[in-house]
């Protein structure tokens, strides 16, 4: 590959690798601030699943960009992730609805904390 799309790929593998340790932060401060156990699912369940995705993302373009194989690892380490993040998540709500955890009821509750 020409010097010009390694330095595209890594400029790209760069950004995608700081828009997913945004979401990652996105995804403590949510886990940290959302008011019940059925708000809080959708922190990790969301954010840092993106996060992840974006991580792995610009793994495969430094792959790419070094010419190794390693991408292909990275791609089933994403779908893994599509696989297996909604049944963990639902399976976190129903347990949370079997022990009758409270939800919420006030709209302002996200003000309050």
């Known amino acids: 590959m020409s ?13 995608l690798a700081l828009a997913g340790a945004v979401f990652f932060l996105i995804s403590a401060i949510g886990l940290l601030r959302l008011p019940d156990i059925f708000c809080r699912i959708h922190a990790p369940t ?4 993106l996060g992840v995705i974006l991580l792995g993302l610009s793994s495969v373009l430094r792959s790419l960009g070094e010419g190794n194989l390693v991408w292909l690892e990275d ?7 599509f696989l297996t993040v909604p049944v963990s998540s639902q399976e976190l709500a ?5 022990r009758r955890s409270r939800q919420t009821d006030d709209e302002n509750s996200l003000e309050n904390h």
């Open 3 to 15: 010097e010009v799309v390694i330095q595209a790929l890594e400029v790209s593998a760069d950004v």
């Open 46 to 49: 969301k954010a840092a699943t």
């Open 94 to 98: 129903s347990a949370a609805s079997r």
């Open 75 to 81: 791609l089933v380490i994403i779908l893994f992730l």
